[in-house]
């Protein structure tokens, strides 16, 4: 059997995933991470994208995060997300409507407003249909 490390991603609402993995991949604030049973012990900050693992059967599983902090542990990760969703339970016609209300208010905004709050949104709305669609969130988002 393949060695295997505790895997939790838990939101301020609930604990999304509590399984066992062989393999993990998380969105750091630089750059994806890739973190196998062992791991040397990190605390990261996480931006919004796409957290792959394989479970201890082999599936690989997919989740939307955006924002918070992982704890790399050798035999255990530990996920605090700002927001987090299995990529069966993204609505994809709510987040539809989320990129287009956030591209909708960008297109309006003047120069002078600030649009970070619209571009967050976009970010994660544009994330979420990504991962439905089981797509790599690309490199660079706005």
């Given at each position: 059997?393949?060695?295997?490390?505790?895997?939790?991603?838990v939101?301020p609402?609930?604990r999304?995933?509590?399984?066992?993995?062989t393999?993990?991949?998380?969105?750091?604030?630089?750059?994806y991470l890739?973190?196998l049973p062992?791991h040397?012990p990190?605390?990261?900050?996480?931006?919004?994208?796409?957290?792959t693992?394989?479970?201890?059967?082999?599936?690989?599983?997919?989740?939307?995060v955006a924002w918070?902090?992982?704890?790399i542990?050798?035999?255990k990760?530990?996920?605090?997300?700002?927001t987090?969703?299995k990529a069966e339970?993204i609505d994809?016609?709510r987040a539809?409507?989320?990129?287009?209300k956030?591209?909708e208010?960008?297109?309006?905004?003047t120069?002078?407003?600030?649009?970070?709050?619209e571009?967050?949104?976009?970010?994660?709305?544009?994330?979420?249909l990504?991962v439905?669609?089981?797509k790599?969130?690309?490199d660079v988002?706005?």
């Open positions: 059997m393949a060695n295997l490390i505790k895997f939790e991603v939101t609402e609930r999304v995933v509590d399984d066992q993995a393999v993990v991949t998380i969105p750091g604030a630089t750059g890739g973190i062992g040397s990190l605390i990261t900050e996480l931006s919004v994208g796409k957290i693992y394989l479970d201890a059967k082999g599936t690989e599983q997919r989740l939307s918070g902090f992982a704890e542990l050798p035999d990760i530990t996920i605090l997300a700002e987090a969703e339970d994809r016609e539809m409507q989320a990129k287009t956030a591209e208010a960008l297109k309006a905004a120069p002078q407003q600030d649009v970070s709050e571009m967050k949104k976009l970010q994660r709305a544009v994330n979420r990504e439905f669609n089981d790599r969130p690309p988002l706005p």
